[in-house]
């Protein structure tokens, strides 16, 4: 990207994370992962797709689940704040030469007029602000299960350049709340945000543009059990691909989960607030065993190499570029054995890198 942000005309006033639209090869397979597990909302269905909330959400959906041939990730979408914001998402991405489509109402059920872009990093971006209101169930105790999810909280994108998509993503207002470096300067990850939590959109360094996972987000650790407990009633432990665990990062209790087609999803609690503007900036070393697990649990290798593929306006594919920098998995294995507990310390406990 050669426009610096001093050149740029004013980028849309971003609000937060607002929706996802992931294609899905059997779509009944995912009505039971989303709906029959993960208890969200069904606020509309049509033959040939599902718009989805979580409880506390009042919006028409935060995920859009689309049958089609290919599984993969068709949209990350951004609620911002006036309706004129629109206008400034046009010039901001016509001026960063990349491509960009102004859509009517109801282009997306329950969207309002949007902009569409393909942005720098490759990925399908949409900008709105209007959408149909429906009803926030925060309060339907009636209707919530003991995993009941509150909201979507962030995209976690595979992007080869760190530091370009964070420059990128600082030219839209996002703010750095933590990231993962090494002695070199190497970066392989970082978080950032808009709304005041640790991040609406993680940057993890790797082939891209690919999705690693969209989190939603719930109010207790408790929760998170109760969906390891009714996947393993229903024998399904298998969609379990890491945690429960608590993260170094971010401070969350994190679980991840693969849905039928292999779109990791993540539930997610007990962030941070970082809506302060002396909000701190949080590096952790990549050599931290404690960085991605708190308690230095393994990260199955499966979380550093998968991501999901992520589709253009049109729905083709998007091409990857690979990362020419160092790896994390290549570095250490995961938050686990050939990385430290104690900087200064020899001792590597009952670590699974020490027994392989
Ligand atoms: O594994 S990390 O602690 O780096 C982490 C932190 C926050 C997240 O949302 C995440 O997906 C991963
Ligand atoms: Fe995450």
Request: hydrophobic share 35%.
């Amino acid at each position: 990207m050669s426009d610096t942000t001093r050149d740029l005309p004013t980028p849309p006033d971003v609000i937060r994370c607002a929706y996802a639209e992931l294609v899905v090869t059997d779509l009944q397979a995912s009505k039971w992962f989303y709906t029959g597990l993960l208890g969200l909302v069904v606020t509309h269905e049509t033959e040939d797709a599902l718009y989805l909330r979580a409880f506390e959400e009042y919006l028409h959906h935060s995920l859009v689940v689309r049958q089609g041939p290919v599984a993969a990730a068709a949209k990350f979408a951004y609620r911002v704040r006036t309706p004129q914001d629109l206008d400034l998402a046009e010039a901001h991405y016509r001026a960063l030469g990349v491509e960009v489509r102004r859509v009517p109402a109801g282009t997306t059920r329950g969207i309002g007029e949007a902009v569409q872009v393909v942005d720098p990093l490759g990925f399908p971006v949409e900008f709105f602000h209007e959408a149909e209101h429906v009803e926030r169930f925060h309060q339907r105790y009636d209707l919530h299960g003991a995993g009941a999810i509150s909201r979507l909280d962030h995209f976690n994108v595979v992007t080869p350049d760190v530091p370009a998509a964070r420059a990128y993503y600082e030219g839209l207002g996002f703010k750095v709340s933590e990231d993962i470096e090494d002695d070199e300067g190497t970066v392989y990850a970082a978080w950032m945000y808009r709304k005041p939590t640790v991040h609406d959109v993680a940057l993890t360094g790797g082939d891209g543009p690919r999705m690693h996972h969209i989190a939603f987000a719930t109010h207790e650790r408790s929760q998170i059990l109760h969906l390891c407990d009714h996947l393993g009633a229903v024998r399904r432990s298998d969609q379990i691909e890491r945690g429960p665990g608590r993260h170094g990062v971010s401070n969350a209790f994190y679980l991840y989960l693969l849905d039928p087609d292999g779109h990791r999803i993540e539930i997610y609690t007990h962030d941070y607030y970082t809506g302060d503007p002396d909000n701190p900036v949080i590096t952790w070393d990549v050599h931290d065993n404690q960085r991605r697990d708190w308690w230095g649990n393994p990260v199955v290798p499966s979380w550093y190499a998968n991501a999901s593929t992520v589709l253009d306006l049109d729905g083709t594919p998007r091409p990857v570029t690979e990362r020419t920098q160092d790896r994390e998995s290549d570095v250490t294995i995961g938050a686990d054995g050939f990385s430290y507990t104690r900087k200064d310390d020899e001792a590597v406990g009952f670590k699974v890198g020490h027994q392989v």
